[in-house]
């Protein structure tokens, strides 16, 4: 099945339909192929990767500065506000 990205909006019944029907989604982006949607049934055993595994987890680990996260997010945050 191919959807564009109003059809995500406007049939998205439709589509999840489709996914539970075991179909593949091709998601088009001015006529061409911009993603695909598949079943998570469709998977492939043993692909999966937990978090501790994923590439993203503990990036924050190696960060040196000793402030948490939210305090890193307060700061981000002050300095926009300030400026107005």
């Given amino acids: 099945m191919e959807a ?5 909006r406007k049939k998205s019944a439709e589509i999840i339909k489709a ?6 989604v091709t998601v088009l982006y001015r006529g061409k192929p911009a993603a695909v949607m598949e079943p998570i049934d469709n998977r ?6 937990s978090a501790s595994q994923h590439k993203a987890f503990g ?10 996260v ?9 300095r926009r506000h300030d400026d107005l």
């Fill in 59 to 68: 990036l924050w680990a190696k960060h040196s500065d000793s402030s948490t």
């Fill in 4 to 8: 564009s990205f109003v059809d995500l």
């Fill in 44 to 49: 492939i055993p043993g692909k999966s990767v």
């Fill in 19 to 24: 996914l539970s029907r075991k179909e593949r």
């Fill in 70 to 78: 939210e305090e890193q997010v307060q700061s981000l945050r002050r």
